[in-house]
């Protein structure tokens, strides 16, 4: 029936078309799973970012910026030979260095500083007096008892009293406004006119750094005394940090004289009755002393107090050399880097076509997933 007759051109026709479909069904799995496999990581991550896993935390966040600030993070560099080379030499010279350092800061000598201050505020002030004329003295250190007169002053002072020939006391010397105040010292006239007659002295803690005295961290005991008339006496105390016996406080008094009146001045002994009464000037002689109104305090430290500073010291030798070694093999790095620009410049041309066949396999197979 010509209904149901085929002819063998149909039946060809339906053998390609079957042919066509089975060939392309493999052709069509294999760009659907390439397609699928492309496409997967950014569906993904997609929907990682849609659901919100792939959203950064907060800890994640606080990481990312205080990273910024990182001052540590470096640039990675391959090793070189110029590199070990400097590396190896700032380690030795940094050590030499720290040890002169080191040296020079032990033999360096103690830094000195002096500060100007009141007698006024900072007195009274304990001061050795010993008697040295023949016949003895009569002492009186006499001041006022209102309020310009600093606090501490022995009562038992003011009051005249006999000190023998070569015995000694402590009296306490403050600065006062008033003329006929202070330390008093009468004694008796020598038989002949003497100008150089000594009548007291003060004792000092004088700087004398030779002989057996450096034994007592340069301290020598030192009288200077006075004669008849008035001397002043600046003060001078040292602070010494760098010792720790006798030597690290120093008092000294140095005594000037300003004046040869030796005649007694009515109303400057403290006690009129016990030391004016029954003694003129004519026997006998008067020597004043006046605290000069500033005094000098001086100390002496070290170069370097603690240890923290020469560690200080030694850290920024070694951060100095490291510094000198990274411009040298910085520069070193590129004059290298130059040189090989200049000797590869010939064959860049020739190079080329290699070069850009390399990255068009490279990039071909990245893109099959090679």
Known sequence: MRGSKTSDRDVERAGAVDDAGVDAAPAKASLRGNAQGMASPSVEARARALGGKGSKTLGKQVKDVVSIVDVYRVRPRRPSLIGGLVSVAVIPATAVFVWALYADLKTSPPVESQEIMWTYDEGPYKAPLRCEAPGGCWVSNNYGDDSH??????????????????????????????????????ATKPSTADPNFQVASILSDMNYWKGRFIDNEGVMPLWSYAMGGTTTVTLVITHNETLTGVGAKRTEFFLQHISSEDTITPGTTGNTTKCETGRSSTQYLQTRFRLAPEFYRVTVRRAWKSYLAFFGASAG?????????????????????AWRASASGGAADGGAGASNSVLAAASSRMLVGE
Do not use: D, K, M, Q
């Open 149 to 186: 007169h600093p606090s501490g002053l022995v009562e038992s002072e003011r009051n005249c009293f006999f000190l023998a020939e070569g015995a000694n006391t402590t009296v306490h010397l403050a600065y006062s406004f008033e003329p006929f105040e202070g330390l008093s010292v009468l």
């Open 317 to 337: 030798v070694w951060a100095a050399f490291v510094a000198w070694g990274s411009i040298l093999v910085a520069t070193s790095e590129s004059f290298r880097g």
